[in-house]
């Protein structure tokens, strides 16, 4: 498959995630069991880098100093001109963008936000955890095991996934508005609730 991926995989309870551009070889196969596999969209290296590394980035994220304009012409540089910008208006105390970082196993360091066509992704870190914000993900978002929310986002309820690794909270899989927020490694059990806020908080720019 070739484009921009945006990929949140969530199979039998586990989660991972990619931000690229380029192209990937589809497996054609269905997702597998272990911890930390992701979904057949990867390539069976991804996958297998996926199962190593299930908190989804290399070493430590860091904070970035920026402001809400900067952010959203960033995305706007590279994001086709008719998609909307949704960003969060709440972040857990301590969160801030983070500075570009290795989320692909490829050895390389990505922008943040990271935008490609219609969609695009930007991750915020505390300096232990890390948040990501994500519109229009390629993936399936109807595998594993979703509970619905009283919370809601452009007039419809949003869904969580908690993963062993991952936390996700996402809008509705029929919603007109693709919207995705992923997290791990801050608040123990207050992670979902916190995502949720999150989640909660996202408009347009």
């Not at 952010?71 to 949704?86: H, K, N, Q, Y």
């Not at 007039?155 to 996700?168: F, I, M, S």
């Not at 992923?182 to 806020?197: N, P, Q, V, Y």
């Amino acid at each position: 498959m070739v484009g921009c991926l945006l990929i949140a995989g969530v199979a039998f309870g586990a989660v991972a995630a990619i931000s690229g551009c380029g192209s990937s070889s589809p497996t054609g196969e269905p997702p597998g069991q272990e911890s930390g596999q992701t979904s057949g969209s990867l390539s069976p290296m991804m996958q297998a880098y996926y199962r190593a590394h299930p908190r989804l980035v290399d070493g430590p994220l860091r904070p970035a100093p920026t402001t809400p304009d900067k952010i959203v012409a960033d995305i706007r540089a590279g994001l086709d001109a008719d998609e909307g910008i949704w960003l969060p208006d709440y972040l857990p105390d301590g969160f801030a963008l983070a500075a570009p970082y290795n989320g692909v196993g490829s050895g390389s360091v990505y922008p943040n936000p990271y935008v490609c066509g219609v969609a695009y992704g930007i991750t915020y870190t505390d300096g232990v955890g890390y948040i990501m914000v994500m519109k229009n993900s390629e993936d399936d978002l109807t595998q594993g095991e979703w509970a619905p929310l009283k919370e809601t986002l452009a007039g419809r309820h949003l869904r969580v996934h908690e993963g062993a690794e991952v936390t996700l909270v996402a809008t509705a899989a029929d919603g007109d508005v693709p919207l995705l927020v992923a997290g791990s490694g801050f608040g123990a059990d207050r992670l979902a609730e916190e995502l949720t806020k999150v989640a909660a908080s996202l408009s347009s720019r």
